[in-house]
């Protein structure tokens, strides 16, 4: 492998539950320092997708492979060993935060550092205060999440997903759960990443956005991808019918 | 009222309940607690076998009483070549009959965490077993602590049961004296007391632990 390879290619994924059929060979490649914007109607299977990635759900097959390993054949006898190395390479920021509400946020943050990758405790608490003043969250240290507002608990969930130095950072609706005047507030913490060349997926329905931070979207729709390329491209002149048509409910949603 | 026996008869009571009653309610429900955890996560293994054997286990003891189970355990075994003494006898019986209702409490509680809890877990890299005792059980503790409180007092009041099998605890001693007095209304409604004031202890120091455990959630 050469360091121009993509930093991940996942190819001809499938995931079924029960017998509907969520994921229907999916290929992706991300290259290093990229941000892909994954878009697409609810029940596409994003969510899935992002999940397989980081080794949360087993797909049926497929095969997802980082530069360097590791690298998964799924379909024949995955060893679960195998599968979960997937999540030594990337890291997930949830829709829903997912915070552990008994730990304060620096423990939240220094949590995987020091439990999982056992760093020195002193290490992951400069990092982590380093990373949460970078989020203007430097003053929250030692409040529990339930004392935070959803804008800044999902700063401390990005945050959380740093501070274990992950290559790819994997992003489900981070902001769909807010209410709209904290939007503004993550997404710009987002973009920041974007700049700083962090390697990102992101499952978003803000457009505006995606056409502003990606490099690339993709877009799914039926457990496939239907289409993908340069934002300016799919976004605003997509070449297949099913792309024109979410676009245009998602502009002008009446 | 014979105060001179509520006197004399107070201290030989007391002390069979903090030699008796208190160091076996602990000792049964500490024993008791470990062994559910273990029932309760066989239960919620998703293995077939595993969660039989668990359901089994707690349908038996849910469903048979409490005094048949110390008997089968102290005059029973014996039949079969298994001596156990007293003490030993009401701790084992008492711990496998904790582990019952505990167990059901504790697999209800763990369920009761959201499943994006277990899945932050995994995404920081976490295994299973790391995510159940840093992420869920902390929060399964929490809301489990009520009925677990509820439990443990049931256990103490419970204990008086081990009288039958001839430890001394806090109603054998009041059983002894009252026998040899004849003054069976004063002191098993001495005896009484003293139970209540056990429980009321214990249940100040449930809303304690409850505030502790609570500190992190929203009021
Ligand atoms: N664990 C599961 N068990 C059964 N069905 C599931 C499970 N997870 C997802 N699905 C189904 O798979 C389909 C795709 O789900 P997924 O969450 O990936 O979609 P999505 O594109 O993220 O949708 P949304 O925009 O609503 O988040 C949906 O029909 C969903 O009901
Ligand atoms: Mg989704």
Redesign the pocket.
């Known amino acids: 492998m050469s360091p121009t390879d993509p930093l991940l290619t996942a190819t001809g994924l499938r995931?079924s539950?029960?017998d509907?059929e969520?994921?229907k060979s999916i290929d992706l490649r991300i290259d290093a320092g990229r941000v892909v914007a994954l878009v697409?109607?609810?029940?596409?299977?994003?969510?899935?997708?992002?999940?397989c990635l980081n080794g949360l759900?087993t797909p049926d097959g497929g095969t997802v492979a980082f530069r360097g390993g590791p690298s998964v054949e799924f379909g024949g006898k995955v060893s679960k060993k195998e599968a979960l190395s997937l999540r030594d390479r990337s890291a997930m920021v949830f829709?829903g935060y997912n915070l552990f509400p008994h730990m304060t946020v620096l423990e939240n943050i220094i949590e995987g550092p020091v439990r999982v990758q056992k760093r020195p405790r002193k290490d992951a608490v400069a990092d982590a205060e380093r990373l949460l003043g970078r989020v203007g969250l430097a003053g929250k240290r030692d409040d529990y999440p339930f004392n935070l507002s959803g804008g800044q608990q999902q700063r401390v969930g990005i945050v959380r997903a740093l501070a274990l130095q992950p290559d790819l950072l994997l992003f489900?609706?981070p902001t769909?759960a807010l209410d709209p005047e904290l939007v503004g507030e993550v997404l710009t913490v987002i973009k920041e990443l974007a700049e700083e060349q962090w390697t990102m997926v992101i499952?978003t329905?803000e457009l505006a956005f995606a056409r502003e931070v990606a490099d690339e979207v993709v877009f799914?729709d039926g457990?496939v991808v239907v289409e993908h390329g340069h934002p300016d491209q799919v976004l605003r002149d997509p070449r297949e019918e099913r792309t024109r048509r979410f676009v245009q409910r998602l502009l002008h949603p009446f | 009222m014979d105060w001179e026996l509520l006197r004399t008869s107070f201290w030989p009571m007391l002390s069979g309940g903090l030699t008796g009653t208190i160091p076996l309610s602990i000792a049964s429900f500490a024993i008791g607690l470990a062994l559910a955890l273990v029932v309760a996560l066989m239960r919620i293994s998703g293995q077939p076998v595993l969660s039989g054997i668990a359901r089994f286990y707690v349908s038996v003891i849910r469903g048979t009483p409490l005094l048949v189970q110390l008997f089968v355990i102290f005059y029973g075994l014996p039949s079969i070549g298994l001596t156990i003494d007293p003490w030993p006898s009401a701790i084992i019986a008492f711990s496998l009959n904790v582990a019952g209702y505990a167990a059901e409490i504790l697999r209800a509680a763990i369920l009761s965490v959201p499943k994006g809890q277990w899945e932050a877990g995994h995404t920081i890299g976490m295994s299973r077993a790391l995510t159940l005792r840093r992420v869920i059980l902390p929060q399964a503790a929490r809301v489990s602590v009520p009925p677990l409180s509820n439990t443990f007092i049931s256990l103490v009041k419970d204990t008086s049961l081990a009288s039958l099998i001839l430890v001394t605890e806090l109603f054998r001693e009041a059983q002894q004296i009252a026998a040899f007095s004849q003054q069976f209304m004063l002191l098993y409604l001495e005896a009484a007391a003293i139970y209540w004031v056990f429980c009321l202890v214990l249940s100040s120091g449930q809303s304690a632990l409850e505030k502790r455990l609570g500190r992190y959630v929203a009021h």
Do not use: I, N
């Open positions: 995931k539950f029960g509907t969520v994921l697409g109607p609810s029940g596409s299977g994003k969510t899935t997708v992002l999940r759900e829709q489900d609706e769909s499952v329905h799914m457990g």
